[in-house]
């Protein structure tokens, strides 16, 4: 009740933007982490303009209100986050948040807090308290659909070893005149959180693919005004969504559709050019084109090949890893002689099949997508999973470090009961006396 | 008329009475027989892990476990010094006969203290609180608060095969009507039980087949007064034998005779000590159990076989102990044993020990559901403060579990219960990394003063301490190790090659380099007896700062404080379960009742909840 909490406060992705709630006593201090300005030093009940930053990246451009409690909505400081709407942007933010040291809030606890801290009246105190209750057993339902299966089983078989192991460790500690007992060493340390190391990489590993099935792969198509962008769209989706014309720059929004490539989801994302502009509305455009080439995951450079390359497609193709790109050379029914003899490019135009099944089978290739079978990616599938998984990943490679250093196993068997407690809360499956248990069940002691 | 009454002087009494009369009340100690006051019918050892933090903890908070341990063991040893500095832990052998006789010596000591001999038959209760004690011939003594001590003798059964005897250790008298008055009373009964190994003839034993344990080559002490009692370089050895397979035969070949395995006992055992039928039971698969032989006392012709606990018949028990090798000839002084006895279900106490049913009367040690001399000295300690607190009409002193070992065990009694005899395990502290054994004193030292329960010059000690630890780690911030100066030493003693000058406390931090070596640079003579605590707290700072984090949260919940007369009924939407335990427990903060195992945090958040809307007025 007294960590500080965070989660996304506006419907996800759907709105223009999204706000993310921070509170708790380190709210501010966490978020001053990651924002350009340190909040404790502006002025209280204010809205900050600044970026988030991390890792020396600009995540977003952001509005940052400040409400210093008791005069915020659940009384204790609150700090909340205007960001652009879109999934990758709002959840990289949270993620971020949470890995720099805030707890996931549980459903309706910035009410609960509010209630506590004295914020709502009395009588509302039992529809709090209806609502509290309701909402955490509609949680605790989707908890478990959303876990079942392998990843529980998985959880369940390393959550054993580190029980079996922490059991030996206090067995040792706790009787250490027994010394028949198998003794922890270092090296017996090693061999099991190196094995753990690959246990978590894996599944962070895994973590990925299993976003490709549910998340999809975002697909941005660039490229200069007019260079047949939305037609190719319209092309890919075989249907009218994008409104298409002849006049420049007359796609304003991003406009998402999906198509279904071998099961796994493309989200194809036209956007709005990036020629520099006067026009306001046009600006705005631009910018959030940026920002979408910025978080796709595969970047198709549309160049009208009947134009010839100009300096700004050039640039295009300067600024997008090779990897993330693919080169489509649209309207070869027109006339025009430009070849790319440099780089690997995929011809085609928007009125004929052919190159767009080339470009789809491209794609396909890019990802494996044939690969993939989906029964088999049952693994973490939100963010708070991943970040506990991230968590005990990082608590497994300073155990490694202490080790190396020498340290006690007393010291090191901190970091991987700590472990241990983060995969019970995950899994839900955590009791008293757990390790009791296991520790009498196997060890032979006593007068 | 007395102050205080204690029932039973075993190691729970003797501490209860002896702080209760050092704090200034009139007390009286009633025991059947005043030969066995502060008994070890066990194993001939104080300390041990965890409880060798235990007794530390007595020690700075007034108690005498320690300071009586230190003048009667001849063998003592620093457990786990190479596991890690929250785990490290003292274990004496004490002698069985010096122990008792030193303790009354500082009992007798204390002019308002009386020692009784005689048996308590009842209690007597008005309008639900204790006003004295009916003894066995019927006589009557009053008191304000009755402290209760009594340990296995409640209607104790010795259980030796199929053989059943109404009776306490050593063939004592047991109390036969006690318990059956407290559940008159109200109190819920729980039957538990414990056992202890058979003794054997020191001349009948040839060690010379045997491999020796010998104590630790530097001088130790439990009590933070640092006097040492004991030659080091003439400690007693200790000796460590196996069993076999012709041991195990006549075991399983015996099965059915053994009171356990034969259906004979109904107590609940505890699974930290196994009977060696259990062992071999269990642990089919081990073709060899560790065992240990222990010198009883000086003064006895006995030692103690560790880790054979038995309950067979006596002509089992002497093939059993023969198989052992070096024990061929031995002869057996005291066959093992069962013991079954009463106790209270501990859910029906307060965490200042004072029982829910009847006021004024408190309970403390093996009647509580715990096992071990220390678990039990400390209870006693605690119930006897605070009967003087209550008394007093002071608050009660409840140590949190970060503050503690003691605070652990009191709180997982009254908090979660328990049904088989409760013995302290490090495993058990969430806070071991700041429950150490070296900062005992720091840790309790001003809860002790508050209370008044130490001396004007244990509280200097205390003061000096904290003086000197403070000066010497401005000393380690402020002064640099000077590399050109010390190139040579250091890389002689370390291995290390600095660059540059280095803070001390810089250096510190290096895992390579420890206090000692930085004594062997710079003299730092001056602060030795600080070393462990500061070089613990610079060296693993990160780990503890964690800890502390942890330690915060906790004190929050805790300041939480819920209404006594609370009506757990009329809360919406608790569980059934948790409405249950809550009413059992009745927690008195917030934190305590997260503790209480089936309730789930929901319940935790219903019942703030309805605390805030409540009791808003009062916060």
């Known amino acids: 009740m007294t960590d500080t909490i965070c989660a996304i406060c506006t419907a996800l992705g759907t709105g223009a933007i999204s706000i993310i709630r921070v509170s708790g006593e380190e709210s501010f201090s966490i978020v001053s982490k990651i924002f350009s300005k340190d909040l404790t030093k502006l002025a209280d009940h204010t809205i900050n303009y600044g970026f988030i930053k991390y890792e020396n990246e600009i995540i977003d451009e952001v509005l940052v209100a400040i409400m210093k409690g008791p005069k915020s909505y659940t009384c204790e400081d609150v700090v909340e986050i205007n960001c652009h709407g879109g999934i990758a942007t709002t959840n990289k933010i949270l993620e971020i948040l949470l890995t720099e040291g805030c707890r996931l809030a549980t459903p309706g606890e910035f009410t609960k807090r509010a209630y506590l801290n004295g914020r709502l009246n009395l009588s509302q105190a039992q529809a709090v308290n209806d609502l509290l209750t309701a909402k955490s057993d509609a949680a605790r339902k989707v908890f478990m659909n959303g876990l079942q299966g392998v990843l529980t089983k998985k959880i369940r078989e390393i959550r054993q070893v580190l029980v079996d192991l922490i059991s030996n460790i206090e067995v040792n500690i706790d009787f250490p005149e027994y010394e028949d007992n198998l003794v922890i060493t270092n090296e017996i340390l090693e061999k099991h959180l190196n094995s753990l190391k690959e246990e978590f990489t894996s599944l962070l590993e895994d973590a990925k693919t299993t976003n490709l099935v549910k998340e999809g792969i975002n697909v941005c198509l660039v490229g200069k005004p007019n260079s047949g962008k939305s037609s190719l769209l319209n092309a890919l989706l075989n249907e009218e969504k994008a409104i298409v014309s002849n006049i420049e720059g007359t796609t304003r929004d991003i406009v998402e559709g999906s198509i279904n490539l071998n099961g796994i989801s493309l989200n194809i994302i036209d956007t709005a050019g990036i020629r520099e502009t006067e026009n306001e509305i046009e600006k705005i455009g631009v910018e959030k084109s940026k920002k979408a080439i910025d978080m796709a995951d595969l970047i198709i450079i549309v160049i009208d090949k009947s134009k010839g390359i100009t300096s700004e497609d050039q640039e295009l193709i300067d600024k997008v890893p090779e990897e993330k790109r693919i080169i489509f050379m649209n309207k070869d029914d027109l006339d025009g002689e430009l070849i790319l003899s440099d780089y690997k490019v995929i011809t085609g135009n928007t009125q004929n099949i052919e190159g767009i099944r080339v470009l789809k089978q491209e794609i396909i290739n890019r990802f494996n997508l044939d690969q993939i079978n989906s029964k088999d990616v049952t693994y973490l599938n939100n963010i708070n999973q991943i970040n506990v998984i991230k968590k005990c990943l990082d608590l497994t490679v300073n155990a490694l470090t202490n080790l190396e250093n020498n340290a006690f196993v007393d010291m090191i068997e901190i970091d991987i009961r700590t472990i241990w407690e983060l995969l019970g809360e995950l899994i839900g499956e955590q009791y008293d006396e757990e390790l009791l248990d296991n520790l009498f069940k196997n060890f032979c002691l006593g007068k | ?619």
């Open chain 2, 1 to 619: 008329m007395y102050d205080i009454i204690v029932v039973g002087a075993g190691h729970a009494g003797c501490e209860a009475a002896y702080i209760a009369s050092f704090m200034g009340k009139k007390t009286a100690l009633i025991t059947i027989n005043k030969a066995n006051l502060a008994d070890m019918p066990c194993n001939p050892s104080i300390g041990g892990t965890a409880k060798g933090i235990i007794v530390r903890e007595i020690d700075a908070l007034g108690g005498l476990m320690g300071k009586v341990a230190d003048k009667s063991h001849f063998q003592i040893k620093m457990l786990n010094d190479s596991k890690g500095p929250a785990v490290r832990s003292l274990r004496a052998q004490a002698d069985k006969k010096v122990y008792p006789s030193e303790m009354l010596k500082e009992l007798e000591k204390l002019s308002n203290l009386d020692i009784i001999e005689n048996t308590v038959e009842d209690l007597i209760v008005e309008d639900k609180k204790v006003t004295g004690v009916v003894l066995a011939n019927n006589e009557i003594l009053t008191s304000k608060i009755v402290i209760l001590t009594t340990g296995t003798y409640l209607k104790a059964n010795i259980l030796i095969g199929d053989t059943n005897t109404p009776g306490g250790p050593h063939g004592e008298k047991r109390s036969n009507h006690l318990s059956d008055n407290l559940e008159k009373l109200g109190f819920t009964i729980q039957r538990l039980k414990t056992g202890t190994p058979p003794r054997i003839k020191e001349s009948s034993i040839n060690f010379s087949v045997m491999q020796e344990e010998h104590g630790s080559l530097k001088p130790y002490t439990f009590s933070f007064e640092n006097e040492v009692y004991y030659d080091i370089d003439r400690q007693e050895k200790c000796y460590l034998i196996y069993t076999n397979e012709n041991t195990h035969q006549i075991i399983n070949e015996n099965l059915d005779k053994s009171s356990m395995y034969g259906g004979f006992v109904s107590g609940v055992g505890p699974r930290y000590c196994p009977s060696i039928e259990d062992k071999i039971v269990r642990f089919k698969d081990k073709e060899r159990h560790q065992l240990f032989l222990e010198p009883e006392s000086k003064y006895y012709d006995e030692w103690y076989l560790q880790g054979f606990s038995t309950s067979m018949p006596k002509d089992v028990q002497e093939k059993m102990v023969h198989s052992l090798p070096g024990l061929e000839n031995a002869i057996i002084t005291k066959y093992a044993y069962a013991i079954e006895y009463d106790a209270i279900d501990p859910l029906q106490l307060t965490p200042s020990l004072e029982t829910k049913v009847i006021e004024n009367l408190f309970t403390a040690g093996q009647i509580n559901g715990t096992s071990g001399y220390e678990e039990a000295a400390a209870q006693g300690l605690m119930a006897g403060i605070n009967a003087f607190l209550k008394l007093n009409n002071q608050e009660p002193l409840i140590l949190r579990r970060d503050e503690a070992y003691i605070g652990v065990l009191i709180d997982d009694l009254v908090t979660k219960g328990t049904k088989e005899p409760y013995r302290m395990l490090t495993s058990r502290a969430e806070f071991r990394l700041i429950l150490r054994h070296d900062n005992a004193d720091l840790r309790l030292t001003p809860h002790a003063h508050k209370v008044k329960s130490i001396s004007a010059k244990a509280y200097q000690r205390y003061e000096n301490k904290i003086n000197l630890i403070n000066e010497f780690k401005e000393f380690l911030q402020t002064n640099s190790l000077n590399i050109k100066e010390n190139k040579e030493k250091l890389e002689e003693l370390c291995q290390i090659e600095f660059t540059k000058n280095i803070k001390l406390i810089d250096a510190l931090k290096r895992p390579e380099i420890t206090l000692d070596i930085l004594n062997q640079i710079i003299d730092l003579t001056k602060y030795t007896s600080v070393f462990e605590e500061v070089e613990i707290e610079i060296k693993y700072e990160g780990y503890i700062n964690k800890a502390y984090k942890e330690k915060d949260k906790l004190i929050k919940l805790e300041k939480k404080t819920i209404p006594k007369d609370l009506n757990y009924d009329l809360i919406k939407n608790l569980s059934s379960e948790s409405r249950q335990k809550l009413k059992q427990v009745n927690p008195l903060t917030l934190g305590q009742a997260s503790r209480i195992s089936g309730v789930n945090p929901v319940d935790i958040s219903i019942l703030a909840i309805y605390l805030k809307k409540e009791y808003a007025h009062e916060n």
